[in-house]
């Protein structure tokens, strides 16, 4: 049977493992990587560390095959991930390359050394944020509005105004998804789409 469960600590490297093989717009990005972890460590680790309670998996009988991670306040979140959560990936991540023959890591790596923040007209409409990821064994089954539909749930009981997101590009699967479930694209630009939704 699958089902739809509040994150536990227990399901951490499956989170990371889901982020990995979702991680190349959508694709697996196992070969694209030489440390597997930098993905999880900068798109879902800090999710599941800081605002547990903002997660939410799909397991089914071959374990966690989805999730969608959540931060109530964008502007209050990134300031404690810059506090709590990069000082110690910097210290065990500190360099990386900017020339020649860049990887996919020392663009992760660099990510951790100087995250974007996000705008300040973004957060102001849609204070909060996602990320969602779901393996194909899942996709199509209603699994992802669910997802959807559970965060959006506990970020309006929470207060929250609204919820936006980031999307590749390329990924037009996915857009075609969000808009699907509610969202509206608000952004764009050559290499990302800003999808938002208000509360």
């Known amino acids: 049977m699958t089902v739809l469960r509040p994150y536990r600590?227990?399901?951490r490297d499956a989170v990371y493992e889901v982020c990995l093989r979702t991680g190349a717009s959508g694709?697996?990005?196992?070969?694209?990587?030489?440390?597997p972890d930098l993905l999880g460590h900068v798109y879902a680790g800090p999710y599941v560390t800081l605002e547990p309670e903002l997660a939410f998996v799909v397991v089914d009988a071959d374990g966690v095959g989805g999730y969608i991670l959540g931060a109530a306040d964008t502007v209050a979140f990134e300031e404690r991930?810059?506090?709590?959560?990069w000082?110690?990936?910097?210290?065990r991540y500190p360099t990386w390359r900017t020339?020649?023959?860049?990887t996919f890591d020392d663009v992760l790596v660099a990510r951790m050394h100087s995250p974007r923040a996000t705008s300040a007209a973004l957060v102001d409409d849609y204070?909060?944020?996602l990320?969602?990821?779901?393996?194909?064994?899942?996709?199509?089954?209603?699994?992802?509005?669910?997802?959807?539909?559970?965060?959006?749930?506990?970020?309006?009981?929470?207060?929250?105004?609204?919820?936006?997101?980031?999307?590749?590009?390329?990924?037009?699967?996915?857009?075609?998804?969000?808009?699907?479930?509610?969202?509206?694209?608000?952004?764009?630009?050559?290499?990302?789409?800003?999808?938002a939704m208000r509360l």
């Open 81 to 85: 991930v810059e506090r709590e959560w």
């Open 131 to 195: 990320h969602i990821d779901l393996l194909p064994r899942l996709q199509g089954q209603g699994w992802g509005r669910r997802l959807v539909d559970t965060l959006v749930a506990r970020l309006r009981s929470a207060g929250s105004s609204g919820v936006h997101l980031g999307v590749a590009a390329e990924n037009t699967r996915a857009h075609d998804f969000y808009r699907r479930v509610g969202f509206t694209e608000v952004a764009r630009d050559e290499r990302s789409v800003t999808f």
């Open 127 to 129: 204070p909060s944020h």
């Open 27 to 35: 694709e697996d990005a196992s070969g694209m990587l030489r440390d």
């Open 87 to 91: 000082p110690d990936l910097r210290r």
């Open 9 to 11: 600590s227990d399901d």
């Open 99 to 102: 020339g020649g023959d860049v």
